[in-house]
């Protein structure tokens, strides 16, 4: 098992994230982006915190925050290892954050769009038949804030979030419910990638539009198709990372 350099891309540290938190960020975008891979040591805790000029304390909070959420684990006698993928919370605000900092793998991007597919079209049919009138008018609401705002916003943003949220609210399933801050963090990172080069290619508020319309009219099975729709059109807008460009390429020279 190899032993890593430490990572050393030091940034600014943000005035709104504490140093343990900006430090978990670098290791988690290094980590998410690979260029740790499963099975690597961090370099130690007394090597660490001298290359990256911080406290220990710091580096041992850091490496507890990415503990938590799955990306390392520690032992004793073994050190900090990155942990493989399947360990990761992958829904953890965070985690999706970092992962969009670089270029997500197109698996991985395809994948994220085809667990909303299966969670917010059921979610959406459960929404028709269940809903109140109170969720329909902050479903409304939601969209007329988009429309306003747009997605290039972050007031637009909050407002796609909050039409996700209220949807899943919708369903009165406490266990649907409880996905709310891993759909709206895919949501939020997702939409963000899209505009990281260029302005979204289409309007996606004729989509919101169409689902809401087939909730208002308690069409369970219109809402999931429309639902199913919106995600998939979300998907088909999402640029394709240059990585997996270039590997699809040398893939069709072979």
């Not at 130690?44 to 990306?71: F, M, N, P, Q």
């Not at 087939?214 to 099975?221: E, F, K, T």
Request: net charge positive; charged share 30%; aromatic share 4%.
């Amino acid at each position: 098992m190899k032993k890593l350099v430490p990572f050393g891309r030091t940034r600014p540290v943000s005035k709104l994230l504490r140093l343990h938190g900006t430090i978990a960020r670098d290791l988690g975008v290094a980590i998410t982006a690979g260029e740790y891979q499963p099975g690597d040591l961090l370099i130690g805790e007394i090597a660490s915190s001298e290359k990256l000029d911080v406290s220990r304390t710091a580096y041992r909070e850091a490496v507890r925050i990415l503990a938590a959420k799955g990306l390392v684990e520690s032992k004793p006698k073994v050190g900090t290892k990155v942990t493989s993928r399947d360990r990761w919370h992958l829904l953890d605000p965070d985690v999706l954050a970092w992962t969009f900092e670089g270029e997500p793998d197109l698996d991985l991007l395809e994948s994220l769009f085809e667990l909303r597919d299966i969670v917010e079209a059921a979610a959406a049919s459960l929404a028709a038949t269940r809903r109140t009138t109170e969720q329909l008018d902050a479903l409304r609401d939601a969209i007329a804030r988009m429309a306003s705002y747009t997605l290039a916003t972050p007031e637009g943003r909050q407002a796609d979030q909050d039409f996700h949220a209220t949807l899943l609210a919708a369903t009165g399933n406490p266990y649907v419910i409880s996905l709310t801050t891993g759909v709206n963090a895919a949501v939020n990172t997702t939409t963000m990638f899209k505009q990281r080069e260029r302005p979204l290619p289409r309007d996606p508020v004729p989509d919101h539009l169409r689902v809401f319309q087939a909730i208002a009219d308690r069409d369970s099975l219109r809402a999931q198709q429309e639902m199913s729709t919106l995600i998939q059109l979300a998907l088909k807008d999402t640029p394709v990372p240059q990585r997996s460009k270039d590997r699809r390429a040398r893939n069709r020279a072979v």
